[in-house]
């Protein structure tokens, strides 16, 4: 049986533009650092990629060496830098970025993210440069993670292909880009807004798994909503996204905001309803299976090994979020459920 | 022309735990043995896996191997042993109750159903120990069928190339198991029920028409439904699942309990309103045919080779059901109708 | 930047049977190639198979060498030949209606269509047909663009391979042929139609972006449509259709008939609304990256880099569609917006 406290939470990958054309450059970084409990996300994402404008990249740069090591920052960091399949001076741009990350805060970075890949041998050839950066700057060989933004055409053709070289690498994290991935296909807005993209969400799921990476899912920028005079944050349209998401099986979705983060952080996580239900459904396996039956009836439903499997999923990811976020795990089940979910045995044989 | 009756049949794939913990442990073995007319399934599954609990497999094997001989069953008989991708140890099982079954039954059994497989090499493995087992008790190389169910992210993952596999080989019928594809992936069910995976029935229906195999879909598990203080059979939900997976081309559906199997069995069958419209057409077209038009409309839609083609498959399905079943296709149909459907030119020039 | 003009425009793919049983046997092909302003299509596809009846073909075929070079047709012209990747017979007709085509008028054709390819192989085998009536007749190599129809589980299966090898290629556009792959995979019309294919159409997009290839969506044959008493042109059905290929990403449609060359050319072109909203985001752009932000909030939406190409995508369409139909981009949008869309600065940086 795997560890639970194994399993790495990526249950919201913010991304923090590192620089912004205001008098403390550093604001948003800033505040993501400083989030706390359900507003932390399990990924930080100091991005120096889209979010930072172009003149303001080098600020961004220092922004997030300097200020990441000043806070203990309960999740991960995983800075985004610049990159392109397509054009040889991104890569150069991310390639230097990567270098002084690693060599600046190598200790306090857990990977980096690199956007617009195309095809297998340009993530090969993402993963070389941080290869590099580890060796020049005396790192163990696969302590800096490699995440990827899948955002087009051609990353998207060779996902399997992708995935299957990251089950042997330091490939963590595949995060889906639908805006550039709408650009580069041209998807339209005819006004219901932009296709979902089902099949590809439920590849990257499938591909991720078959690989033993995480699968992320990708931004929602419509943050406000205007009706009725009123201007609001766009609470249910942003749920409705994460929920269809975390049923395909992402491990965690993309959010631009500090109240997208409580959302994705919550819906990521078992309801209490959820664990109740499954909970139950593992105690009265195990009652069942001292009485040897392989397949009994509880309320309605058949449980063998596979229905058995998906109970404890519920079970170990509560687990998981409890090792690394407590306060997370206590605020949101009773002490009884809590109890009795760490104490499940939870081994179907 | 294809010869109808070359066409293999698999409208039902029902399992049946080939031991229970009942005074007559082969309760449910028999009963799928002895069903007749719709209830009778076009594949037996005698389920040594999931369906039969850890302490009682050795039974079921022999349950499987003096029950089966007994019975005249109508259709075809495929057990499913115990195997899994990552665990030796269930391999090594999987590979004793192969070997046993065709040793002491081989001339019964069309041949086994293979659980959890991951990628093609493992496919590919699983095929090897079904041909070894052929040799080592002298039956004729491919004698003994090779089915698998598609339920890791590995076999979704490689599905065309294991289907590509599969056109030479003993390969048969995919089967898809949706109950530990989520466990694998981490789907969830947030109230709504699991993901219902389009993207990937899609694929198998098309790997599997690409490489001549057959094509099943998963089981339904929720057999019962309890409302207004009634508990009944969950008919509805089940005939909706078994309806769109004849829609995108699978031919035919996973049944765990008799009700389901006639269910299935019906709605892999063309209705007689589906028969009547085809034959309809078909023989307007043979009179447009014989006057020289190449396209032609009828009823407001254009005909053409590809049009002729769709309505040859209803036809074609029919004679190969009544080839197998005569029972049931004259229960279904009324004289006029499947005589004319018998008799029907079908090529299109 | 890319000229706007290099844009490969097919928002209409429109088959014309190139013989019919009629007095005039050019009737149809005439009729299309006579359309004019949004009755005629980008791409006219005089039609040697389906649509033309097998005692027929010879004289489709000299009414396309006849009849095609007598107009100055405003698009292009791609005549589809016969072919099956499992039938040697229709490959040799097709190698000799190519060789013909290419021998009499292949300064008047833009392309061939070649119909039932299986996996790559075959395409290449197409590829090399035309390659060789090249030759042959004298034209320099790659001057006969080659497209396929996507219409048997083969070519699906194979679709990032053919996508691929299409890269470096005569091979120009991807279109799909919902008829015959229904039937090859044995889909089934249970009262509401056949399947969508969405995860189909999904994948055709991305792998024609990812080799820069053209991706048409299939024929919609229900033309026309009762209800109470009248018999009348299905318009929404089809609009419907074609507007979820737009959103996917799907450069054009299959047209069967002269009103839905209209409404195809229409939807595939950005609406007045869209361009209006597009050129609005980008002129806000424009103005706030003259102040320096990256990324910037317009009416509610954070736009970046990627955002940003989403927009320029609908001006550059609009800028091709002016380029080669000046009729429709002056018919469609008013003085104003057009000349603000063809002004407009479209480099991001």
Not at 27 to 34: G, H, V
Not at 59 to 68: F, H, K, P, Q, Y
Request: charged share 30%; proline share 5%; with cysteine.
């Amino acid at each position: 049986m795997t560890d639970d406290t194994d399993i790495r939470l990526c249950r919201t990958f913010q991304t923090a533009p590192a620089a912004v054309p205001k008098e403390e450059t550093a604001k948003y970084l800033l505040s993501a650092l400083e989030a706390e409990g359900f507003q932390a996300p399990d990924w930080l994402v100091p991005d120096l990629e889209d979010g930072t404008a172009p003149n303001m990249k080098a600020e961004g740069l220092e922004n997030t060496i300097d200020r990441v090591p000043e806070y203990e920052f309960p999740g991960e960091i995983h800075p985004r830098v610049e990159w392109a399949y397509d054009d040889e001076t991104y890569r150069e741009k991310g390639r230097k970025q990567i270098d002084r990350l690693v060599a600046e805060i190598g200790d306090e970075i857990d990977g980096v993210v690199v956007p617009k890949v195309g095809r297998l041998e340009d993530v090969e050839r993402a993963a070389g440069v941080v290869a590099e950066a580890e060796r020049e700057h005396g790192y163990a060989d696969g302590s800096i993670d490699l995440s990827i933004i899948v955002e087009t055409g051609r990353a998207r053709s060779d996902l399997r292909e992708i995935a299957k070289f990251g089950a042997d690498s330091r490939l963590t994290a595949m995060i889906f880009g639908p805006v550039d991935y709408a650009a580069e296909l041209g998807g339209r807005d005819l006004g219901e807004g932009m296709p979902r993209w089902d099949g590809l969400l439920e590849a990257l799921s499938n591909e991720a798994s078959a690989g033993g990476l995480l699968a992320i899912g990708g931004p929602f920028d419509d943050l406000f909503k205007e009706r009725a005079g009123l201007t609001y944050y766009n609470a249910d349209a942003y749920a409705d996204q994460v929920e269809r998401e975390a049923q395909v099986g992402l491990d965690g979705s993309w959010s631009l905001y500090p109240k997208q983060t409580i959302q994705a952080n919550t819906i990521h996580m078992p309801t209490p309803e959820e664990l109740e239900r499954d909970v139950h459904k593992i105690e009265r396996f195990n009652e069942a299976k001292r009485e040897g039956t392989g397949a009994v009836t509880i309320d309605g439903q058949m449980v063998d090994e596979a229905t058995f499997k998906n109970f404890r999923n519920t079970v170990r990811t509560v687990r998981a979020i409890h090792d690394r976020r407590p306060d997370q795990t206590d605020e949101r089940y009773d002490d009884g459920l809590l109890g009795r979910a760490l104490e499940l045995e939870l081994s179907y044989r």
